[in-house]
Nanobody, 124 residues
């Protein structure tokens, strides 16, 4: 089992920045691909970003490319999502997730472990 706890969400004005953190416990953190997903009201959960187990290769959804940065610190068992130039359409509950699949996947089904989510609200 892997337990994931997100933090860092909040209310920010459009154009602002936030950094989300996700602390993992349980099994060896570096064995897992880590991802961030989000779900806006009335919409399906969608992929935001993911990072390889070593942290050497990030992947992004087109909608956040160039504005968001995913990173991880395997010594601290933590994955981060730095969000800049935020837009009202980024408003959602953000979830981190862990996948034991070797290759990075954008599909929800590839991730077996999920955090409880943290709310991000961007005002216009």
């Amino acid at each position: 089992q892997v337990q994931l706890v997100e933090s860092g969400g909040g209310l920010v004005q459009a154009g602002g920045s936030l950094r989300l953190s996700c602390a993992a416990s349980g099994r060896t953190f570096s064995n897992y691909v880590m991802g961030w997903f989000r779900q806006a009201p009335g919409k399906e959960r969608e992929f935001v970003a993911a990072i390889t187990r070593s942290g050497d290769m990030p992947y992004y959804a087109d909608s956040v490319q160039g504005r968001f940065t995913i990173s991880r610190d395997n010594a601290k068992n933590t994955v981060y999502l730095q969000m800049s130039s935020l837009k009202p359409e980024d408003t959602a509950v953000y979830y981190c997730a862990a996948s034991s699949v070797v290759a990075v996947r954008q599909s929800i089904g590839a991730y077996a472990y999920w955090g409880q989510g943290t709310q991000v609200t961007v005002s216009s």
